[in-house]
C-alpha cells in the first residue's frame, strides 16, 4: 500500500530575526486512500509542516525523514517531490498575471508526467473537471488567480488535484475564505477524486464545518509543534465543543 510516512519531524522558518523553529518532532503516517484532518490553533505549525513537506525554501527540515512509498523527500527538490506524487493545495494561491489557467495546468501536467498530454484528449479532461467543479468555460483562459475570488482560487486548487492527480494530497486550509456554496462544492470535489483515486489526504483546517461534508478517517490535533492527540471523527466534535485551550 502507497503510504506518506513522516518521522521525527523538526522544522524551522525563515524569519527577520533569524531562523525559528516551530516543528518539534512529527510523526505521522498517512495511507493511500484515507483522510487525515490535522487540527490546531493558529501557530501550532500546521502549515509549516504543509509547506515544509512540499519544499518551500524558507522551511527548514533540521532533524527527521518523510517518506513516500520508501523514498525520503527530505533529499528531494520541490519539483522531484510532486514528481513523487505530493501536491499541496495553498492556503493563499499565488496571482500569476500573463499565464492563463489552462497554460499553466498543462504545463504542471507534462512537468508531472515527462510528456505532454495528447492535446484533444487534454481539452476534454479539463472541460469535464471544470463542469463538475462549476466553472464557466472561459475559466480556463483567464490569468492565474488574477482577480480570482475566494472561492475560485480554492476550486482551482481542486481542479489540479483532479487534473494532476496525485498520490498524496496536502490541503492547507482550503476551507478559509469560502461561503457555504463553496465550500460544498470544493468538499464534493475532494471527496470524487478521493473516491476515484484513492488519494491519501492531509485536510489542514482550524474549524469543524468542512468535516459535515468530508468525513476523516482519523483526526489529529497539533499544538506547540508537535502532535499532542490523535483519534476518530469524534475528536473533531470534541474540538468545537472544548476549543484548544487544554492543549496550550
Known sequence: MSNLVIKNLHVSVETNEGDKPILHGVDLTINAGEIHAIMGPNGSGKSTLAYALAGHPKYTITEGEAYLDGENIVEMSTDERARAGLFLAMQYPVEVPGVTVSNFLR????????????????????????????????????DLN???????????????????????????????????????????????????????????????RILQYITPDHVHVFANGRVVESGGPDLATQLEDEGYDRYL
Open 107 to 142: 504545463t504542471a501536467k507534462t512537468a508531472i508526467d515527462g510528456e505532454a498530454p495528447a492535446l484533444r484528449t487534454w481539452v476534454g479532461e479539463l472541460k469535464e473537471s471544470m463542469k463538475k467543479l462549476r466553472m464557466e468555460d472561459d475559466f480556463a483562459q483567464r
Open 146 to 208: 488574477t482577480g480570482f475570488s475566494g472561492g475560485e482560487k480554492k476550486r482551482n486548487e481542486i481542479l489540479q488535484m483532479e487534473l494532476l492527480k496525485p498520490k498524496f494530497a496536502i490541503l492547507d486550509e482550503t476551507d478559509s475564505g469560502l461561503d457555504v456554496d463553496a465550500l460544498r462544492v470544493v468538499s464534493e470535489g475532494v471527496n470524487r477524486i478521493h473516491a476515484e483515486t484513492n488519494v491519501g489526504v492531509a485536510l489542514i483546517t482550524h474549524y469543524t
